[in-house]
């Protein structure tokens, strides 16, 4: 499976951004799928994740309340919006597969990431 990360870009403080992971090559209809961020100089770490029906999520306690993951089975892509960004959020952003349905294995497939510049 190939995992297409896009949308990141640069934006300014308190701006929106909504970040899109298009999955090929095999459906993932029945695996979770998790929003990874690494910046500059930093361990990659954990954002948010959807289970294989979208029906529940979890995200890092960084961004509760700004951001959204949600997916679209028919088209095979999860989404992050991210809203009231702040500088601390630019990083590259990776989606990622999980081998489990609602995202309690290991993550097996992972996108090339998509940059996100947050100004303050």
């Known amino acids: 499976v190939q995992l297409q990360a896009s949308g990141g870009g640069l934006v300014q403080a308190g701006d929106s951004l909504g970040l899109s992971c298009a999955a090929s090559g095999r459906t993932f209809i029945n695996y979770a799928v998790g929003w990874f961020r690494q910046a500059p100089g930093k361990e990659r770490e954990f954002v948010s994740a959807i289970s294989w029906s979208g029906g529940s999520s979890i995200g890092a306690d960084s961004v509760k309340g700004r951001f959204i993951v949600f997916r679209d089975n028919d088209k095979n892509t999860v989404y992050l919006q991210m809203n009231s960004l702040k500088p601390e959020d630019t990083a590259v952003y990776y989606c990622?597969?999980?081998?489990?349905?609602?995202?309690?294995?290991?993550?097996?497939?992972w996108g090339q990431g998509t940059q996100v510049t947050v100004s303050s």
């Open positions: 990622a597969l999980n081998d489990d349905a609602y995202y309690r294995g290991e993550y097996i497939y």
